[in-house]
């Protein structure tokens, strides 16, 4: 039974380690989408998108970024989604510039068009969706950035 004790033990010390990283003062990490363009190398039917990130760390500890799935959605059609698995790891307090490369969706993006040649509009919404690994011991972080974007140049 005194073996069982010292698992039992060892069990609980390493959950309550575990736990004392979700500090109650964590602040979510901010990514701002700072540019997107045409991929150099897209090649063949689909087109690649580079997408330059801004991800802003404002707690007091590094964030060890292990992946990255992500989706951009137009009026509720999604466009373009990837997954990028080398990501730096972000220090305390601190702003790293990242380019990710996303793929097309073709139905998706089809939808969008339908719904653009079908009516007149001036603006669009779009919904950024982020979901940040950054490790085993702690859980996803789910960013989404919402907004609209013009579709006329006002000089």
Not at 42 to 63: E, K, Y
Not at 119 to 129: I, P, S, T
């Amino acid at each position: 039974m005194t073996l069982f004790k010292r698992f039992f033990a060892l069990l609980l010390m390493l959950s309550l380690v575990a736990c004392a990283g979700l500090s109650p003062n964590y602040e979510k990490p901010q990514v701002n989408v700072t540019s997107f363009t045409l991929a150099p190398d897209s090649a063949g039917l689909a087109p690649r998108f580079n997408i330059g990130l801004q991800v802003i760390n404002p707690n007091r500890s590094a964030l060890p970024l292990h992946g990255m799935s992500y989706s951009v959605e137009v009026e509720g059609n999604r466009i373009l989604s990837g997954a990028e698995p080398n990501l730096p790891r972000i220090e305390a307090y601190s702003t790293a510039d990242i380019v990710i490369q996303a793929s097309p969706d073709l139905f998706g993006s089809a939808r969008l068009l339908n719904q653009l040649l079908s009516g007149q509009r001036d603006e669009l919404n779009y919904l950024f969706k982020a979901r940040l690994d950054v490790g085993a011991l702690m859980p996803y972080i789910n960013i989404e950035e919402k907004g609209r974007f013009g579709l006329t140049n006002t000089n």
